[in-house]
């Protein structure tokens, strides 16, 4: 069964640091793994995109990381903003048969940015 | 600009009532997808179409109906709703399916 694991399940940082959020997986065969970031009251917005070939995507101060060895992902954010404060969803996406992917959601890391 | 937009963005029903959910989308994409959102769950697929005219099953697709008469409109129906459909819902739609999605702001349904 495909499956996303995401750690923490909720994290609070201090306005200006930094943090980093897990993401383990096992899906197969393996297309792409995707971040989201979802603010409250809102649609999941794509932070990046990774195909198994590439094992760092950076948008910004997020910075993906993809180890399609080990099956993990992390996603990097440097010198946190209050509005980074938002859900961040790990996406894994799976090729099916006569074309298009399966995506397997994470339940996702509640991150909470202070002052 | 508008992307993908869902309407009702709020609405509570009581329980047995029917309602459609309406997505719309101006990018036009082919792949249009429906997913619920749960308290401490991944977004779970209810139903999907691959192009106008088709559409298909998702992992939770009991007790949903979709149509895709139109390539721009997907639309979701609950034809006699139950509380455990209380959910948030949201659309999405994707150029070819493979890649990039864009998600709807959501509708929050409560059944009562």
């Known amino acids: 069964k495909n499956q996303v694991e995401q750690s923490p399940q909720s994290l609070i940082i201090l306005e200006g640091k930094n943090c980093t959020l897990q993401?383990?997986?096992?899906?197969?065969?393996?297309?792409?793994l995707r971040w989201y970031k979802q603010d409250t009251g809102r649609g999941p917005v794509s932070l990046t995109i990774m195909t198994f070939s590439e094992n760092t995507k950076s948008n910004g101060r997020y910075t993906a990381t993809l180890d399609a060895d080990t099956k993990q992902s992390s996603l990097h954010i440097t010198a946190s903003q209050l509005s980074d404060s938002a859900s961040y969803i790990c996406?894994?996406?799976?090729?099916?048969?006569?074309?298009?992917?399966?995506?397997?959601f994470g339940t996702g890391t509640q991150l909470k940015v202070e002052l | 600009n508008a992307g993908v937009t869902q309407t009702p963005k709020f609405r509570v029903l009581k329980t047995g009532q029917s309602m459609t959910l309406l997505c719309a989308q101006d990018?036009?994409?082919?792949?249009m997808y429906w997913y619920r959102q749960d308290p401490g769950m991944g977004l779970r697929l209810i139903h999907y179409s691959v192009g106008e005219g088709t559409t298909a099953k998702g992992e939770v697709p009991d007790g949903y109906n979709v149509s895709r008469l139109k390539k721009q409109n997907f639309l979701l129906g609950l034809e006699s709703a139950a509380p455990s459909q209380t959910s948030v819902y949201f659309c999405?739609?994707?150029?070819?399916?493979?890649?990039?999605?864009?998600f709807g702001s959501g509708t929050r349904l409560t059944v009562v």
């Open positions: 993401c383990n997986y096992t899906v197969s065969p393996f297309s792409n």
């Open positions: 999405a739609s994707s150029y070819d399916g493979s890649y990039g999605y864009t």
């Open positions: 990018m036009n994409h082919e792949y």
């Open positions: 996406v894994v996406s799976a090729m099916v048969t006569g074309g298009g992917n399966k995506l397997t």
